[in-house]
């Protein structure tokens, strides 16, 4: 029994570890596992560790390892969630159990569920991604760029997101320009407070109009509090091309792929030398 409970302690840890380290890796790793396996690891991570590895996973993987957890330690998961992925999952759960969990939730995150499950298809809110870079504004320039330097290349985003102390999105700053501010500056004192940003009711034609004619490859969306939903980019308008030219000629025509090729490919060139700018001027 003893060597049972110190064997999942260790293993728990690691996987702790592991989601931290590598979220999308660590998330498609407890996909693989059995649903036996994964409920006896989950069982023993932190809170903020099972939130970490819920927001990379499939919405209906994610669902069917949350309703083998207690309810009440399900609710306080479901409240640590972004909403949109709280609602993707929420999608998935059995009505029965559905219902034992909001009635195990606070009324302001039921009716931010609600909200998310009110979003259209084909609007921002059923495109954005919650896998942004965001800081407060008393954040050092330093701060941002030692954050930066643990993320593989692939990761790099093109702007990081400035918050006030109330949360609320106040500015951006884009990453290629944390390199010529004094590194002992504020992020407030250099973020960009002029910036375009999308409602999560906005559908994907408005998002490619509005990236393409500001020549951006990232934009932020947010609620009618400014508070920070997610991100909506030009490469997940690309995936949204790739799965419109499997459509059937009877349904909705896919977005104008054409037109997002060049901006594409500058907004990867920019990323390009960015790291290597950092890397460079930092290392």
């Known amino acids: 029994m003893f060597d049972t409970m110190q064997h999942k302690s260790s293993g728990s840890k690691m996987l702790e570890e592991y989601i931290a380290a590598s979220p999308d890796k660590a998330a498609r790793s407890v996909e693989e596992m059995a649903l036996s396996e994964a ?58 159990y559905k219902k034992r969990l909001a009635d195990s939730l606070e009324a302001g995150q039921i009716k931010a569920l609600q909200e998310v499950l009110n979003y259209p298809q084909g609007s921002a809110a059923r495109l954005m991604k919650n896998d942004f870079l965001s800081f407060k504004t008393d954040a050092k320039i ?41 590194q002992e500056s504020l992020a407030g004192s250099v ?32 609620d009618g509090d400014n508070t920070l939903l997610g991100v909506v980019s030009l490469w997940d308008l690309r995936t949204v091309n790739s799965k419109a030219e499997k459509k ?14 060049p901006a ?20």
């Not at 941002?144 to 102390?165: E, G, H, Q, Y």
Request: charged content about 20%; some cysteine.
């Open 39 to 96: 409920v006896f690891w989950f069982s023993g991570l932190r809170a903020s560790s099972i939130i970490t590895c819920l927001e990379h996973m499939n919405p209906k993987k994610a669902a069917f390892l949350l309703r083998r957890l207690h309810v009440k330690q399900a609710a306080r998961i479901m409240q640590g969630l972004n909403a949109r992925r709280a609602g993707e999952i929420m999608l998935n759960l059995p009505p029965h």
């Open 248 to 261: 059937t000629a009877f349904e909705e025509p896919p977005i104008a792929k054409k037109n997002l090729k």
């Open 191 to 222: 973020m960009n407070v002029e910036f375009v940003r999308l409602s999560p009711f906005d559908d994907i034609a408005k998002a490619r109009d509005i990236l393409l004619k500001n020549k951006l490859a990232l934009l932020p969306v947010t």
């Open 142 to 182: 330093k701060d941002l760029v030692a954050r930066l330097k643990t993320l593989p290349a692939n990761k790099m985003p093109l702007s990081v997101f400035i918050l006030d102390k109330g949360g609320k999105l106040c500015g951006v700053i884009a990453t290629g320009q944390l390199a010529f501010y004094p």
């Open 264 to 283: 594409l490919a500058a907004a990867l060139f920019v990323l390009a030398v960015i790291i290597s700018f950092i890397i460079f001027k930092f290392s």
